[in-house]
């Protein structure tokens, strides 16, 4: 009768932390589907991640909150971040509707999930509470196993199935195999001549902005930035600083304070003469 109790009671310690890390896991959660850049998504994601597994463990399923650390938030959310720097994600792509009509197909499944979410839950009845006594009995991965390889092994295959599809499409959409011979350096010099575009190689990131990164322009002599000098995958996903107001304004600060050091001053024409003159 006292282990019965003990298990519909809950202490102080148990109610403080449900309280602090769900609140915790709930604002990761509003976070990863809020965020507009997609590593914050991810992060979010994993920090709720993190808050579950802690919940395993405090419940005594061990091994499955270690699990819930090592696969999901160590594995699959290391993929993720993986495939969104390989990808190259922004907050711009999310804005565009690539296939018509998606929002109303999102929103529609969206009610459906949520209809079938409410109707699970109404229905739900909990008359005899065993707990993780009952369930570990025989040991924690005993019964995980027992669960996985019988009754919820097709719900584990379509999830591996999921995760080889996710592995996949990254190598697929980061890999593009040459189908043509690769051009030689004289024939690429011999196709812009033909072509008349830019005959000599491109030039070099940052020159004369008093910055060599790959995503700041060059400038130009007059200080206007070249687009000739950075990247054309960086300049279609918008990721390139433009500094060219402010390296303007150091070169000209700095040319005052070089004058100011230097004390240069106009050297008249007169002041120069022959050697033969200056001998006599």
Known sequence: MSAQLAAYTTSTGEAFQFWVLG?????????????????HSALSLAGTMIVLAVFYLANGAYFLGIVQIVVYTGAIMMLFLFVVMLVGVTAA???????KGQRWLALLCGVGFGVLLLAGIANASL????????ANANGNVEGLAALIFTKYVFAFEITGALLITAAVGAMVLTHRERTERARTQ?????????EG???PPLPAPGVYARHN???VAGLLPDGTPSELTVSKTLRERGQIRDVSTEAINDLRALEQRSKERL??????????????????
């Open 127 to 134: 008359k005899d509470f065993t707990g993780t006594g009952q």
């Open 93 to 99: 792509d999310s804005l565009k509707e690539t296939i």
């Open 213 to 215: 990164a790959v995503d």
């Open 263 to 280: 004390e240069r001053a106009p050297i008249a024409p007169e002041t120069f003469k022959r050697p033969e003159e200056a001998s006599k």
């Open 23 to 39: 609140t915790v896991a709930v604002i990761g959660a509003l976070c990863t589907v809020l965020m507009r850049k997609a590593v």
């Open 186 to 194: 004289r024939e690429l010099a011999e196709q812009r001549v033909r």
């Open 197 to 199: 575009t830019y005959v």
